[in-house]
């Protein structure tokens, strides 16, 4: 008799591969989180510094994250968080810099 075959569940990992990689995936979630943080804080003009330094660091530890990924998925957020790192650094260093206004 014929029966349906059971799914496997879903499951949500960056380690495609089978094998575990604790420091990429760290690298990879930071990078995303600092893409994030940058980004929205472009949306108060007053918050600059938070997204220039965010967003410079996002991008400096995005470039070295994705040098060192090991799958696809980890690459995937590197790559979102290093694009909204930059966007956040971009807007921020245009909407006053690095340092407080006097």
Not at 25 to 44: D, E, Q, R, S, Y
Request: contains cysteine.
């Amino acid at each position: 008799m014929l029966q349906p075959s059971e799914r496997e569940r879903f499951k949500l990992t960056l380690n495609t591969d089978g094998r575990s990689h604790p420091a990429e995936n760290i690298l990879a979630v930071a990078t995303l989180a600092c893409g994030v943080v940058a980004f929205v804080a472009t949306f108060w003009t007053s918050a600059h510094m938070i997204s220039s330094w965010i967003g410079t660091l996002g991008f400096g530890v995005g470039l070295y994250s994705q040098y060192v990924s090991a799958t696809t998925p980890q690459r995937s957020l590197n790559v979102v968080g290093i694009v909204g790192s930059f966007v956040g650094a971009a807007l921020g260093i245009a909407h006053g810099g690095f340092l407080p206004h006097p």
